[in-house]
């Protein structure tokens, strides 16, 4: 049997070795979580954990505040209530990403916009963003898909000329840099999740930096995430003067939170390298488009996502996935199932049940074809796990299987 036979037409199996693992958690989270049970209060505003936890990130961030949250999620929302993004507003966003860069938008009565991508780095750039600002725009949600970050330079000159808020969506851009600079603080707010999927966990958990440095924004998007409460002041002041909702973090996953930043960097620092040795196995790889780092970026690798060429390829993206599953290498074909606006949500317009607010207060249209890089990205796309305790080795598997199935189904 020849040793370029697919594994799938009966050859041999490239990955022969199990993938390096390891354990996220350990004596640190342990120790943190005996502390904050043993302040006899599990509430942010009275003990030491949560605090503790956003000055570890603010110093680890060069930023004067941050607020914690309960999700990633919950950190969208307090950032757009924040930036003052109300009912009849537009937001512009991604259509590749998680349904929680949407959610607050939609909580907020405002409506999200859709803008088209970059083909190969996968992220909005400043020319599809403002094909879609109008009157209306208030803020845009960048999204720096996998830890490669967007192209902020441009995005934020737009911004400042239609004096439009920017939200970063560093959900899996955690130490991603830019031109020199973390993604977060580079925008108005920089949104994190701490769920159990990202690059550090506390089972679930957000943080949103607020960038301006002003105390009277950090005190509106403290509030935020707090019912409205203002707990600056001795006494707190409940005075609801609008809507809020409650995304506080509790001590528990503060504790955690200090002692996953402390593995933060050399976990994003391995899934560069990791990342980047893929790229460079691959990048001549014909019927293969690696992933397109911006220029100036530096990627935290949150996974690796390729597209095929399917000029160069005789082949589907599933039976390719399937030919390289069956080498050992565990993939997904694409991200996420469709592009967010042709889910039924955006399709009915229907954010709330038999309701079609606040999408009847425009004109707005999410036909399919409306961002056609972002339908074929998620069409050609596969994606491949990058993981901190993966070994060199099993990059190396990576690189000899996709080179070995490319090579099987070049035309
Ligand atoms: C995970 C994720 C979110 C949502 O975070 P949760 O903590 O799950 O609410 C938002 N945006 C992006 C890009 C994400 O990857």
Same mark, same amino acid.
């Given at each position: 049997?020849?040793?370029?036979?697919?594994?799938?037409?009966?050859?041999?199996?490239?990955?022969?070795?199990?993938?390096?693992?390891?354990?996220?958690?350990?004596?640190?989270?342990?120790?943190?979580?005996?502390?904050?049970?043993?302040?006899?209060?599990?509430?942010?505003?009275?003990?030491?954990?949560?605090?503790?936890?956003?000055?570890?990130?603010?110093?680890?961030?060069?930023?004067?505040?941050?607020?914690?949250?309960?999700?990633?999620?919950?950190?969208?929302?307090?950032?757009?209530?924040?930036?003052?993004?109300?009912?009849?507003?537009?937001?512009?966003?991604?259509?590749?990403?998680?349904?929680?860069?949407?959610?607050?938008?939609?909580?907020?009565?405002?409506?999200?916009?859709?803008? @088209?991508?970059?083909?190969?780095?996968?992220?909005?750039?400043?020319?599809?963003?403002?094909?879609?600002?109008?009157?209306?725009?208030?803020?845009?949600?960048?999204?720096?898909?996998?830890?490669?970050?967007?192209?902020?330079?441009?995005?934020?000159?737009?911004?400042?000329?239609?004096?439009?808020?920017?939200?970063?969506?560093?959900?899996?851009?955690?130490?991603?840099?830019?031109?020199?600079?973390?993604?977060?603080?580079?925008?108005?707010?920089?949104?994190?999740?701490?769920?159990?999927?990202?690059?550090?966990?506390?089972? @679930?958990?957000?943080?949103?930096?607020?960038?301006?440095?002003?105390?009277?924004?950090?005190?509106?998007?403290?509030?935020?995430?707090?019912?409205?409460?203002?707990?600056?002041?001795?006494?707190?002041?409940?005075?609801?003067?609008?809507?809020?909702?409650?995304?506080?973090?509790?001590?528990?996953?503060?504790?955690?939170?200090?002692?996953?930043?402390?593995?933060?960097?050399?976990?994003?620092?391995?899934?560069?390298?990791?990342?980047?040795?893929?790229?460079?196995?691959?990048?001549?790889?014909?019927?293969?488009?690696?992933?397109?780092?911006?220029?100036?970026?530096?990627?935290?690798?949150?996974?690796?996502?390729?597209?095929?060429?399917?000029?160069?390829?005789?082949?589907?993206?599933?039976?390719?996935?399937?030919?390289?599953?069956?080498?050992?290498?565990?993939?997904?074909?694409?991200?996420?199932?469709?592009?967010?606006?042709?889910?039924?949500?955006?399709?009915?317009?229907?954010?709330?049940?038999?309701?079609?607010?606040?999408?009847?207060?425009?004109?707005?249209?999410?036909?399919?074809?409306?961002?056609?890089?972002?339908?074929?990205?998620?069409?050609?796309?596969?994606?491949?796990?990058?993981?901190?305790?993966?070994?060199?080795?099993?990059?190396?598997?990576?690189?000899?299987?996709?080179?070995?199935?490319?090579?099987?189904?070049?035309?």
């Amino acid at each position: 049997m020849k040793n370029n036979t697919l594994a799938i037409f009966g050859g041999q199996q490239v990955k022969t070795t199990p993938f390096g693992t390891g354990k996220r958690f350990g004596i640190d989270e342990a120790t943190e979580l005996l502390e904050a049970l043993e302040q006899n209060t599990l509430f942010y505003h009275f003990g030491n954990k949560v605090k503790q936890f956003l000055s570890d990130f603010n110093e680890m961030y060069g930023v004067k505040y941050s607020v914690a949250t309960s999700s990633g999620t919950a950190a969208l929302h307090v950032a757009l209530g924040a930036a003052g993004v109300t009912v009849g507003d537009e937001v512009i966003t991604s259509p590749i990403t998680d349904q929680g860069t949407v959610i607050g938008i939609l909580y907020q009565n405002a409506v999200p916009v859709f803008a @088209d991508l970059e083909p190969h780095s996968y992220n909005l750039t400043a020319e599809s963003i403002e094909r879609v600002i109008t009157p209306k725009t208030k803020a845009i949600i960048v999204v720096h898909l996998a830890g490669n970050p967007c192209d902020m330079e441009p995005i934020m000159e737009l911004a400042k000329k239609h004096k439009i808020k920017v939200i970063e969506d560093c959900a899996q851009s955690y130490l991603t840099t830019y031109k020199g600079r973390l993604t977060g603080t580079i925008g108005d707010y920089g949104c994190f999740s701490t769920n159990d999927f990202k690059h550090i966990s506390t089972g @679930d958990g957000g943080i949103v930096s607020i960038n301006s440095g002003q105390e009277e924004d950090y005190y509106t998007t403290h509030a935020f995430a707090d019912k409205n409460y203002k707990r600056q002041e001795k006494s707190v002041i409940r005075d609801i003067e609008y809507l809020a909702p409650n995304y506080r973090m509790t001590e528990l996953q503060g504790a955690v939170g200090i002692a996953q930043l402390k593995k933060l960097e050399w976990i994003c620092t391995r899934r560069n390298e990791l990342g980047e040795q893929l790229t460079v196995g691959i990048q001549n790889t014909k019927g293969i488009h690696p992933m397109k780092i911006t220029k100036g970026g530096w990627c935290s690798y949150w996974f690796y996502m390729f597209t095929l060429d399917s000029e160069s390829l005789k082949c589907t993206r599933e039976e390719f996935s399937t030919a390289l599953l069956a080498e050992g290498i565990p993939n997904s074909p694409g991200y996420i199932p469709q592009v967010l606006y042709a889910q039924i949500l955006f399709q009915q317009k229907q954010a709330y049940l038999n309701s079609h607010y606040p999408f009847d207060q425009g004109n707005y249209d999410y036909a399919i074809g409306s961002c056609p890089n972002a339908e074929r990205i998620l069409q050609n796309a596969i994606r491949l796990d990058i993981n901190e305790f993966f070994e060199n080795k099993d990059i190396e598997d990576m690189i000899t299987a996709l080179n070995k199935v490319a090579a099987h189904y070049r035309v």
